[in-house]
């Protein structure tokens, strides 16, 4: 069994790779970084480590890589042979890899019309349909119909803190032991695959947006406030007795919008974040502010971890959502040189104003109740600011 996985990265080394090869597939990962793609063919192995007491080790074999920009057309031959593609390359990335995607897809309609399977692995709603939508704009009209009957875009959530990698050996990762990967199983063609770890439901749209909306609404706590608070690391700023307030706060009111859109269980519900905030305390883990803060413009988006459950909390309890709007305020206040996005967005708040920048990231209307219960909160941010 042949698995294209594009991004050898965090998620792609540290998660999918490893239960693929747990499930006996052979994973071709293609990257845009030559030197990773050179180690996955020099050494055709690497260690998963998991953060705990005991650091088990898994060592992934069966793995080799493709460097796209090079060798794109080996990319078109593995897709046309593929029994699954998968991708772990950040939401803004989908679009920029649809249309090799596109060429392999097209290229097996007329050499291998056999059904696959393409998922996105990112922290989005939707992210395999919005894959889908960029890889038709790549393929001709006519073979729309064929491509529909053979190509499933099933969607999937998946969780597993990786961290940035500060090993000796470039392709080791250390990983925490918790993972989930839940897939959309209505949307497959052909045979559903058997992965190890992956929770097959009907309807994926409650449990991508319990884990973004507690997970990733969680971990953006400690990163914006704690940023503000000028903490380097999740860890130090978890130890912190205002952002846990405002962690515990915010996953309050986040929470409430989930159990009664969808719901669940409140019992089972409030374990479920009891063991996130554990997941962010992890000391075997020292995982950067910077890289859970990174891309805040898509962080502030509509759809996103942020804006989406506050909407929610605002339309169903008819309460400010008080303590994520502190959490908006500080993601808007958010600087770094490093991070395009972060440098994006304080150029706009330069030019247009706090208020006129949210309205236009993050979609509100200038109108929208929420827009002055964020703003309240910009006043009352600085009070988290250190020294
Ligand atoms: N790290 C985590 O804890 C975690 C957990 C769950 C989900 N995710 C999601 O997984 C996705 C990847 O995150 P990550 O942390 O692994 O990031 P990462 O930066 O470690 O990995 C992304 C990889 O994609 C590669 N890439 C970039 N452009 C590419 C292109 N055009 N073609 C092929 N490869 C390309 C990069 O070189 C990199 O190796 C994101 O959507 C993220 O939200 C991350
Ligand atoms: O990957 P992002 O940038 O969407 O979000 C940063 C972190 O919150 C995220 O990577 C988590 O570690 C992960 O989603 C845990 O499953």
Same mark, same amino acid.
């Given at each position: 069994?042949?698995?294209?996985?594009?991004?050898?990265?965090?998620?792609?080394?540290?998660?999918?790779?490893?239960?693929?090869?747990?499930?006996?597939?052979?994973?071709?990962?293609?990257?845009?970084?030559?030197?990773?793609?050179?180690?996955?063919?020099?050494?055709?192995?690497?260690?998963?480590?998991?953060?705990?007491?005991?650091?088990?080790?898994?060592?992934?074999?069966?793995?080799?890589?493709?460097?796209?920009?090079?060798?794109?057309?080996?990319?078109?031959?593995?897709?046309?042979?593929?029994?699954?593609?998968?991708?772990?390359?950040?939401?803004?990335?989908?679009?920029?890899?649809?249309?090799?995607?596109?060429?392999?897809?097209?290229?097996?309609?007329?050499?291998?019309?056999?059904?696959?399977?393409?998922?996105?692995?990112?922290?989005?709603?939707?992210?395999?349909?919005?894959?889908?939508?960029?890889?038709?704009?790549?393929?001709?009209?006519?073979?729309?119909?064929?491509?529909?009957?053979?190509?499933?875009?099933?969607?999937?959530?998946?969780?597993?803190?990786?961290?940035?990698?500060?090993?000796? !050996? &470039? =392709?080791?990762?250390?990983?925490?032991? %918790?993972? #989930?990967?839940?897939?959309?199983?209505?949307?497959?063609?052909? @045979?559903?695959?058997?992965?190890?770890?992956?929770?097959?439901?009907?309807?994926?749209?409650?449990?991508?947006?319990?884990?973004?909306?507690?997970?990733?609404?969680?971990?953006?706590?400690?990163?914006?406030?704690?940023?503000?608070?000028?903490?380097?690391?999740?860890?130090?700023?978890?130890?912190?007795?205002?952002?846990?307030?405002?962690?515990?706060?915010?996953?309050?009111?986040?929470?409430?919008?989930?159990?009664?859109?969808?719901?669940?269980?409140?019992?089972?519900?409030?374990?479920?974040?009891?063991?996130?905030?554990?997941?962010?305390?992890?000391?075997?883990?020292?995982?950067?502010?910077?890289?859970?803060?990174?891309?805040?413009?898509?962080?502030?988006?509509?759809? !996103? &971890? =942020?804006?989406?459950?506050?909407?929610? %909390?605002? #339309?169903?309890?008819?309460?400010?959502?008080?303590?994520?709007? @502190?959490?908006?305020?500080?993601?808007?206040?958010?600087?770094?040189?490093?991070?395009?996005?972060?440098?994006?967005?304080?150029?706009?708040?330069?030019?247009?104003?706090?208020?006129?920048?949210?309205?236009?990231?993050?979609?509100?209307?200038?109108?929208?109740?929420?827009?002055?219960?964020?703003?309240?909160?910009?006043?009352?941010?600085?009070?988290?600011?250190?020294?």
């Amino acid at each position: 069994m042949l698995a294209v996985h594009f991004g050898a990265g965090n998620i792609g080394r540290g998660f999918i790779g490893a239960l693929l090869y747990q499930s006996s597939f052979h994973t071709l990962f293609v990257d845009v970084n030559g030197k990773v793609i050179d180690e996955i063919n020099r050494k055709q192995k690497y260690d998963v480590v998991l953060a705990d007491e005991k650091k088990e080790v898994l060592t992934v074999r069966n793995i080799s890589g493709i460097n796209s920009m090079i060798d794109s057309e080996k990319v078109v031959q593995a897709i046309v042979n593929a029994d699954l593609i998968t991708t772990a390359v950040g939401p803004n990335v989908l679009e920029l890899i649809s249309e090799l995607v596109a060429r392999g897809l097209q290229e097996r309609l007329h050499k291998n019309p056999k059904p696959i399977n393409v998922i996105a692995c990112e922290n989005m709603v939707g992210g395999s349909d919005i894959l889908k939508e960029h890889v038709y704009k790549h393929i001709a009209e006519k073979d729309h119909g064929e491509l529909n009957s053979l190509v499933g875009f099933p969607n999937a959530a998946v969780d597993r803190i990786v961290p940035n990698q500060m090993n000796h !050996d &470039r =392709l080791e990762v250390l990983v925490e032991p %918790y993972f #989930e990967w839940v897939v959309e199983k209505t949307a497959f063609k052909g @045979k559903i695959p058997e992965i190890t770890g992956i929770t097959y439901v009907d309807d994926l749209k409650p449990y991508i947006e319990r884990k973004l909306f507690t997970v990733n609404t969680g971990h953006a706590v400690p990163a914006y406030i704690g940023h503000l608070m000028g903490y380097h690391t999740i860890y130090e700023a978890m130890q912190d007795r205002s952002v846990l307030e405002i962690l515990e706060g915010a996953l309050g009111e986040s929470g409430e919008a989930i159990i009664q859109t969808y719901g669940f269980n409140r019992a089972v519900h409030q374990e479920y974040v009891s063991k996130i905030i554990n997941r962010f305390k992890n000391p075997h883990i020292s995982d950067d502010v910077a890289r859970v803060s990174r891309g805040p413009i898509r962080k502030l988006g509509p759809n !996103d &971890r =942020l804006i989406q459950p506050a909407k929610m %909390y605002w #339309e169903i309890t008819g309460k400010s959502p008080i303590m994520l709007a @502190k959490v908006i305020a500080a993601a808007l206040m958010y600087s770094h040189e490093m991070d395009r996005e972060a440098v994006e967005l304080q150029q706009l708040i330069e030019k247009q104003g706090y208020r006129h920048a949210l309205e236009r990231i993050s979609g509100l209307k200038s109108d929208h109740a929420l827009v002055p219960i964020i703003m309240k909160e910009m006043e009352n941010i600085n009070a988290y600011t250190r020294g």
